[in-house]
């Protein structure tokens, strides 16, 4: 690609400075969003260092951090992967890269990835309380900092490059990696290089379920027999593959004064996707039109494209933090006519139109730009932040499903921390003046037209579009008290009152979304959720032992979900009375068809609660060290009505195994998913699942370079597994069996 003529440029730069490199020294893991370590912060906290996100492996963000206790993932298969913060997911959770928000299309569709690199970072940083109210409106959930070292806020003094390959069994698939970082005439450089290619991944034997067998026995009518050799017995799952190629490019000057710096990256990638809907044609009844559309799909080559550009100049004067943000991103789906072609052969494309989708590209253009005052003194910390920031999200395209929206938000935060006699005090307050705009095209029939002479006239009539516009002004604030109850006893208090406006997805969704196998409907009638959370933590340590459990309770009052609808529902009602035979070729423009599942964006009060907890011992052995753990995540969500909030993890018991001796290091983590069996209407439960994953790690001293060779396993027991928040849990289970080997030399 592109890059590779970069890479090259720039590696001649950098070569003639690492014939005699020097070993780097340790970093302090400190939390990068208040700047310092994290056993001085009180707010619920998860730091997931860069060398162990590298030891297991490539794989999705969501994948990444679902092992840390109240964080699951909601996967699309192993490209796709957003996080789920104690039930709380898509806007209500933001993802940032060193401060500042992501802004990719990851909230418009389940099977969108969040665009990140994670190739060659320092950190991953999960965070909710006081602090994150600095850095992002809305987030409920929490927020999840990505930190990277492309712009370097102090003088590197040691000249470093990096060099990783991997090869992981249960996708055939490799990556490989290069970073580099060293100050030239005063200037600090930084250039990181990261390829991946991963083939369609393995499946247990009979890990793909269809709606004919989770909703009846009549397996002859729907031919599974053949159907079961054709998908199960293939040992893996079609279109799941995926490709990335990443670059990073950072310079810095740092004086006394401060330092200033410009960060370029730019992030390239294609993915298969697994799953399908079908909303062209009439193909049936009820639940089986679904999977009838799906097995017309199958062996249709179906992916995405996605590329990400980033901007960012970022600086500190004394002390105020600037940065500017701009950032173009593009996803783009569309079907390869000849592969299904050379398949299945002309008459599949034939008979049902496959191919004839065109592309459909989901995009946003946004740039943000804004300050941090560090106002604190010897008593507390005080931090003021000011941010504005605008953004447009187009669809377009043959399955376009909402009109683009504009939104522009000016926010200003308040951050403070005292430290008193008794206790510790965190506080934290947001305001945000956010405005959105978009419209809604309705699709309907107009009467008194002679159809043959006036076929476009009729046409011109039958679309009347809305334009909406609003403004929401939103308050919220953040409270945390810590304090020590004894020498090994520590109590910390939270509460929280979050404000948090609608998405455009929310408001002005309006279209067959096939990747989920529904039609989607929002409402501009919906209004701001207001989260109230509450959460108690009691945290132990002492000889070796330590223990924490945090209860947790979270009211929201005008909670917006996602509700699959029942057939008799007046929104079925509707899509019937726009499925007229004289108006077939309207019909499958717009997507108002047989086969998907009508879902509405509806809102009610809604509770959350549930408990985080973790019981170790580290045993200190002549040879090593030995730490044994239990870990149990909770969280349980019910509406105003009684009913289950839709598509929540179920709880989790996780037990853990690690051994460290010398320049080695075993892991061996057992995790028990437990069945989900509280379910929302039109949902089905989902089996529980056991998975063993397993790391043995070895670092070499190469005359004062390094070393990192990890060989790791996962799903040892080739389980089949799926994640109950995923859409499309039955169509496309997690990977089955997987044996790989990673290599991280430092020079």
């Known amino acids: 690609m592109k890059n590779k003529i970069l890479i090259l440029a720039l590696l001649g730069v950098f070569s003639a400075n690492y014939i005699h490199s020097d070993e780097v020294e340790e970093v302090v893991v ?33 994948g990444t951090l679902d092992s840390l206790l109240g964080v699951t ?18 806007s209500r959770v933001k993802i940032l890269t060193n401060g500042l928000v992501n802004r990719d299309v990851a909230g418009i569709g389940a099977d969108h990835k969040n665009e990140v690199d994670l190739n060659d970072i320092q950190q991953i940083e999960v965070v909710r309380g006081p602090s994150s109210l600095l850095y992002a409106n809305g987030a409920t959930g929490g927020i999840i900092n990505i930190v990277d070292n492309t712009i370097a806020t102090s003088d590197i003094e040691k000249r470093l490059l990096k060099l990783g390959f991997e090869t992981q069994s249960v996708n055939s698939g490799d990556g490989q990696s290069f970073s580099v970082a060293d100050n030239l005439g005063g200037l600090n450089l930084y250039f990181s290089y990261s390829d991946s290619s991963f083939g369609n991944y393995d499946i247990p034997s009979g890990a793909v379920l269809h709606e004919e067998e989770e909703h009846h ?30 670059t990073r490019f950072g310079v810095s000057k740092v004086a006394d004064w401060g330092y200033v710096g410009l960060a370029v990256s730019s992030s390239e990638s294609i993915f298969g996707v697994p799953y399908h809907g079908e909303g062209h044609e009439d193909h049936g009844d009820e639940h089986g039109d679904e999977e009838e559309g799906h097995d017309e799909h199958e062996g249709e080559r179906i992916f995405s494209n996605t590329e990400s550009d980033k901007v960012n100049i970022k600086g500190q004067v004394g002390k105020v933090d600037f940065f500017f943000q701009d950032s173009e991103y593009s996803h783009t789906e569309q079907h390869a006519e000849e592969e299904h072609g050379d398949e299945h052969g002309d008459e599949d494309g034939d008979d049902h139109g496959h191919g004839e989708e065109g592309p459909t590209t989901f995009s946003n253009d946004s740039s943000e730009f804004g300050f941090i005052v560090d106002l604190s003194n010897d008593l507390m910390t005080q931090k003021v932040s000011l941010n504005s920031s605008e953004e447009t999200v187009k669809i377009f395209g043959d399955e376009a499903f909402m009109n683009p929206a504009d939104r522009e938000e000016l926010t200003i935060g308040y951050f403070a921390k005292r430290d008193f006699d008794m206790f510790e005090v965190s506080f934290g307050v947001r305001y945000d003046q956010i405005d959105t705009s978009g419209s809604l095209t309705e699709h309907h029939e107009e009467d008194g037209h002679d159809e043959e002479d006036h076929d476009e006239d009729h046409e011109e009539h039958e679309e009347e579009t809305t334009n909406y516009s609003f403004d929401s002004s939103n308050l919220s604030f953040a409270l945390d008290l810590s304090r020590p109850l004894n020498e090994n006893l520590s109590l910390n208090l939270g509460y929280s009152n979050v404000e948090r406006a609608p998405s455009v997805v929310e408001l002005f969704m309006n279209g067959p979304h096939l990747a989920t196998g529904r039609f989607e409907t929002g409402d501009v009638n919906l209004s701001a959720e207001t989260s109230s959370n509450f959460d108690i933590g009691l945290s132990y340590e002492a000889d070796n032992t330590y223990a924490s459990l945090t209860i947790f309770r979270n009211d929201t009052d005008n909670y917006i979900y996602l509700m699959d609808m029942h057939d008799e529902d007046d929104h079925d009602d509707h899509m019937e009375a726009m499925d007229e035979d004289d108006h077939d070729e309207d019909h499958d423009d717009h997507g108002h068809a047989e086969g998907l599942i009508a879902a509405q964006y509806m809102q009610q009060n809604a509770e959350l609660n549930g408990y985080e907890l973790q019981v170790g011992r580290v045993f200190k052995l002549d ?16 509406l105003a009505d009684g009913m289950n909030i839709p598509r929540l993890s179920p709880a989790r018991n996780i037990y853990s195994v690690e051994y460290t001796m010398n320049d080695y290091l075993f892991d061996l983590s057992f995790k028990d998913v437990e069945d989900q ?17 397993t790391k043995v790690v070895k670092t070499f001293d190469l005359n004062g370079n390094s070393l990192r060779v990890s060989v790791f396993a996962n799903n040892l027991l080739d389980e089949v597994a799926r994640n109950h928040s995923s859409f499309v849990k039955n169509q496309v289970p997690l990977p089955g069996r997987n044996y790989g080997i990673r290599f991280n030399l430092t020079f």
């Not at 993932?73 to 898509?90: C, E, F, K």
């Not at 040879?623 to 019910?638: I, Y």
């Open 30 to 62: 400190q939390a990068s969003i208040l700047n310092v370590t994290q056993d001085k912060i009180g707010d619920p906290l998860h730091i997931l260092s860069g060398t162990d996100i590298s030891d297991f492996g490539t794989t999705d963000l969501g």
């Open 73 to 90: 993932s909601s996967d699309y298969g192993t490209a796709v992967g957003q996080p789920i913060i104690r039930g709380l997911s898509g």
């Open 217 to 246: 026995d009549d397996e002859d009518d729907h031919g599974d027999d053949d159907h079961d050799e054709h998908e199960e017995d293939k040992g893996y799952l079609d279109n799941s593959d995926s490709a990335q190629e990443a």
């Open 623 to 638: 040879s090593g060290d030995l730490e044994v753990s239990f870990s149990r995540d909770v969280v349980n969500g019910e």
């Open 677 to 693: 069996k509280d379910v929302a209407e039109e949902e089905t439960p989902t089996m529980g699942y056991q998975m063993l994953d």
